[in-house]
C-alpha cells in the first residue's frame, strides 16, 4: 500500500511537471514582446514608510497635500504599466488632505496627541476592492455588480480612516475574488512592476501592484487561502494574516445591494478569512496592525522589544504532497539565508521540521472551503443573487459571451472534482485538521516561530497559474488553523523577480512574526525599487 501511494504521488507530480513545462513553454512563445518593467522611484516623498510620513506631517515638515499629490502623479505614472486600480477619489483625498494640513497648523492638538489618536494622519492610503469604502465602486471585479456603491465603510477601513488615513484609490482584484492571478471583465488583468508579462497574484494582486510600484505606502486586503501572502510574494512586498479574530472582517464580498448588506450566510467563512496589512516597509506592519487589532492585549505587545537570543527557530523547507510543486533553488536557498542569519542571532540553533502529515493537506482545504465556495456561487449567480441559469452562462464563457470568465467557473466549481474532494471523507479530513491543530500547538509558543516558503515558486506568467494552484497550501494551511503569518521579502531570483517567505507564530503572536520581518528586513534589504 506505502509502495502504492509512493507510485500514485509520483505520478501526479509529473503531471503537474509536464503541465507546468508546457504551460511555461506556450507563455514564452505568446510573450515575445520584452517585458516591461515600471518606471523607477524619483520622488524622495515616495521612499518613505507611512510611519515617518505620517510623522513628518504633523511635526510640519511635510504638508498631507503635498504626499497625496504625489502619489496621485504616481499612480497615473504607472498605471499604464500595471493597471492596479479599480475606483479612485482623487479630489476628495486632495480635499481631505487640506483639512489635515489646516488641523495641523492650527496647533489645536499636539504632536503627542497626534501620535497617540491619528498616528496614520495625513497619509494616503488603498484599498483593496472586496473592501467597502464609503461611495465608491463596490463590484467585486465583476460585471454583475457593476452599477454598487457602497454605502459605508467596512470596520477597518473605518479604523484606518479614524487614525487619520485617507484613501485615494480602491484596487483591483480577480472576479469574484477567486483566483490567485488578478483578471476580470470590468477592469481588466493587472500586471507585475517587475514584468508586465506575469502575474502580480491574487486576490490582493491589485494592491499588490501598486504598493510595489511605488504608487501607494500602505494597504489593505483580506485573505482567505492566502491573498494577502501570494501577491505580497510575488511583487516582492510585506503583508501580514493576522490570527484568527484579531481583526474585522465584515463588510468585504459580497458587495452591497441597494436595499440591504449581505455578507456569507455561512458563519464558517469568518473563521478563515483574515484582514490584514500590505505595504513595502515592516515597521508599517507594526503601525498599521495597532490600529486594526480589536485585542488590546495583543496590541499593547506591537511595542515590546524582542530578545531575539530567546527566540526558538523552526524551518520547514516544503510541503510534500500531491499535485504540489517542488519549491525552486532561489526560494530554498533564500530561506536557508534566512536560516543562517537566526542561527547567529538566536541561543538555540534553528531546527528543520518534516511534517509529512501535511501530505493530504489540500483535500483537507478544500473540504473546508466546499460551503464557502457553494454559498458565494447562491450569492452571486445562484438562488440569493441573481438568479442566473448556471449551465447555460458556464456554456456563453466558453465564448467569452457570459458576464463571467470561464476561469471563474472553473475555481466555483472546484470542490466537485473527485481527485481533490469526496465527500464522503469529510469526518476523515476533519480529522486531519484536528491533527494539524494538535501538532502546530506542540510545535509553536509564544517565543517560538516556523520559517517556511510562502509558495515554491516566483510569479508565472499571465495564464500559468494553474499549475501552481494547489501549493496555495503552503498558505491556505494557516488560514485554516487560524495562526499568525508574515511574508517577508527577502530578495530576487536570477530571472529578476521577487520572492520572499512566510513567518509563521501562535495563536495571537502577531507581534513576534513581525518583528522577525523587521529583523530581516534589516539584513535583506526588503522591498526594493523597480
Not at 92 to 113: C, F, H, N, R, W
Amino acid at each position: 500500500m506505502k509502495e502504492k501511494n509512493i507510485m500514485r504521488m509520483l505520478q501526479t507530480l509529473l503531471a503537474v511537471w509536464v503541465l507546468r513545462s508546457a504551460l511555461h513553454l506556450v507563455m514564452r512563445l505568446f510573450f515575445k514582446v520584452k517585458r516591461e518593467v515600471v518606471p523607477p522611484v524619483r520622488n524622495p516623498m515616495l521612499l518613505k514608510s507611512a510611519s515617518i510620513l505620517a510623522k513628518d506631517i504633523r511635526e510640519g515638515k511635510c504638508k498631507s497635500e503635498d504626499v497625496i499629490q504625489a502619489y496621485i502623479d504616481r499612480i497615473q505614472e504607472v498605471e499604464p504599466y500595471i493597471n492596479a486600480t479599480a475606483d479612485s477619489c482623487f479630489l476628495d483625498a486632495l480635499k481631505k488632505a487640506k483639512e489635515v494640513d489646516t488641523l495641523i497648523a492650527s496647533g489645536k492638538y499636539t504632536k503627542e496627541q497626534l501620535s497617540l489618536e491619528k498616528p496614520l494622519l495625513g497619509v494616503p492610503i488603498s484599498v483593496k476592492s472586496l473592501f467597502h469604502v464609503k461611495n465608491m465602486a463596490c463590484t467585486a471585479g465583476s460585471l454583475l455588480f457593476s452599477d454598487l456603491k457602497a454605502i459605508e465603510d467596512a470596520p477597518a477601513v473605518a479604523a484606518l480612516k479614524t487614525a487619520g488615513a485617507i484613501v485615494i484609490t480602491t484596487t483591483n482584484v480577480p472576479e469574484i475574488g477567486l483566483d490567485i492571478e488578478t483578471s476580470n471583465k470590468l477592469y481588466g488583468k493587472t500586471c507585475n512592476p517587475y514584468d508586465t508579462n506575469r502575474t502580480c497574484g491574487g486576490s490582493s494582486g491589485g494592491e499588490a501592484a501598486l504598493i510595489s510600484a511605488g504608487a501607494s505606502v500602505l494597504g489593505l486586503g483580506n485573505d482567505l487561502l492566502g491573498s494577502l501572502r501570494i501577491p505580497a510574494h510575488f511583487t516582492g512586498i510585506f503583508s501580514h494574516k493576522p490570527s484568527r479574530g484579531l481583526v474585522a472582517n465584515q463588510g468585504a464580498f459580497p458587495p452591497q445591494r441597494p436595499d440591504e448588506l449581505l455578507e456569507f450566510s455561512n458563519p464558517e467563512s469568518s473563521k478563515y478569512l483574515a484582514s490584514g496589512p500590505m505595504c513595502r516597509y515592516a515597521e508599517d506592519l507594526i503601525t498599521s496592525m495597532k490600529v486594526l487589532a480589536l485585542d488590546d492585549a495583543v496590541r499593547m505587545k506591537f511595542d515590546q522589544r524582542v530578545d531575539f537570543k530567546k527566540v526558538k527557530i523552526y524551518y520547514l523547507t516544503e510541503i510534500q504532497s500531491p499535485l504540489v510543486l517542488p519549491v525552486d533553488k532561489d526560494i530554498a536557498d533564500g530561506l536557508q539565508n534566512a536560516v543562517s542569519y537566526f542561527k547567529k542571532k538566536c541561543d538555540t540553533p534553528p531546527q528543520e521540521v518534516k511534517m509529512p502529515y501535511l501530505s493530504d493537506i489540500n483535500r483537507c482545504v478544500i473540504s473546508v472551503m466546499m460551503p464557502i465556495f457553494k454559498d458565494t456561487k447562491a450569492l452571486t449567480i445562484g438562488p440569493k443573487g441573481l438568479r442566473l441559469n448556471e449551465k447555460l452562462e458556464f456554456a456563453k464563457s466558453l465564448f467569452g459571451k457570459s458576464k463571467l470568465c470561464f476561469k471563474t467557473f472553473l475555481n466555483l466549481n472546484s470542490s466537485s472534482i473527485p481527485l481533490l474532494y469526496r465527500k464522503s471523507q469529510t469526518s476523515h479530513y476533519q480529522k486531519m485538521i484536528d491533527k494539524f491543530t494538535d501538532e502546530f500547538k506542540k510545535l509553536l509558543d509564544e517565543n517560538t516561530i516556523l520559517l517556511m516558503p510562502t509558495l515554491p515558486v516566483a510569479a508565472p506568467h499571465h495564464s500559468e497559474s494553474l499549475p501552481v494552484q494547489l501549493s496555495i497550501c503552503h498558505t491556505s494551511l494557516f488560514n485554516i488553523l487560524g495562526l499568525p503569518a508574515t511574508h517577508c521579502p527577502l530578495g530576487f531570483t536570477k530571472k529578476g523577480l521577487p520572492y520572499g517567505i512566510q513567518i509563521v507564530g501562535s495563536q495571537s503572536n502577531d507581534p513576534l512574526t513581525i518583528a522577525c520581518a523587521v529583523e530581516l528586513e534589516k539584513v535583506f534589504g526588503g522591498w526594493k525599487s523597480c
